[in-house]
């Protein structure tokens, strides 16, 4: 089974506009992390936002806000008031502790175009 | 069967020693990456190699230096190692095709940690 599934792999949304680019995930663990990270054309992968398996509250950072329904194991990333800059690739991920250490693994990505 | 594989998981070493990471994807990608995580949250991407061919080089230290001898493996050596270089390494493959991105795999990290 797919550890983290992003079942979009191509969106678009006008400017200043919300989206929301989804992601589920699969782990039998109670302390995971779970991080959306965006890829513009230059390859790097820039964090964006976190939010840990017990942390109660949606996690936030700016125009960036988590979703997370822990019971559906979904943890969907909204972008608010979209903005040309923010077309990009948009990966999620999540970190398991196991008893070896961490163990990361990566959604397949959704990119993400805005229109002017 | 894994999609992405990075071999090893964990790599405990000491400074000055030559050691390499390898990466293998079955997934018919084209193009493969090295990213470097330092801080647990920003990746930064170090190679990327298209059908074998060096199309990313980024500002890292000479002592690190790819390899790839198919489009399925794409190996990380890294010589004289340092206490700096002890960070978690990803492994990812991509098909590019017409300047498109055809959808992303990674690999699960090799952790690196430099005695």
């Known amino acids: 089974a797919q550890k983290i599934t992003q079942t979009q792999p191509g969106m678009f949304v006008q400017e200043k506009e919300a989206v929301t680019l989804d992601c589920t995930y699969d782990?039998?663990?109670?302390?995971?992390?779970l991080f959306w990270y965006k890829q513009p054309s230059s390859g790097e992968m820039i964090f964006l936002i976190y939010?840990?398996?017990?942390?109660?509250q949606n996690a936030t950072e700016g125009r960036y806000s988590l979703n997370f329904q822990k019971a559906r194991k979904s943890a969907n990333l909204v972008i608010s008031a979209s903005q040309l800059g923010d077309s990009a690739m948009y990966f999620c991920a999540m970190r398991e502790k196991l008893n070896t250490g961490n163990q990361f693994y990566f959604g397949t990505g959704t990119s993400l175009t805005v229109i002017p | 069967d894994t999609a992405v594989s990075q071999t090893p998981k964990y790599l405990v070493t000491q400074m000055g020693n030559d050691k390499s990471i390898k990466c293998e994807q079955n997934?018919?990608?084209?193009?493969m990456y090295w990213y470097k995580q330092d801080s647990k949250k920003f990746l930064k991407i170090m190679f990327s190699y298209n059908n074998k061919e060096l199309i990313i080089n980024e500002t890292v230290p000479n002592r690190f230096s790819p390899k790839s001898p198919d489009k399925a493996h794409l190996n990380l050596h890294i010589n004289s190692l340092e206490l700096g270089d002890s960070a978690v390494y990803f492994c990812?493959?991509?098909?590019?095709?017409?300047?498109?991105?055809?959808?992303?795999?990674f690999g699960s990290g090799t952790r690196l940690t430099v005695v």
């Open positions: 782990t039998s663990d109670q302390s995971y992390g």
């Open positions: 997934l018919g990608h084209d193009t």
């Open positions: 990812a493959s991509s098909h590019i095709m017409g300047g498109a991105n055809y959808g992303y795999t």
């Open positions: 939010q840990g398996s017990y942390d109660e």
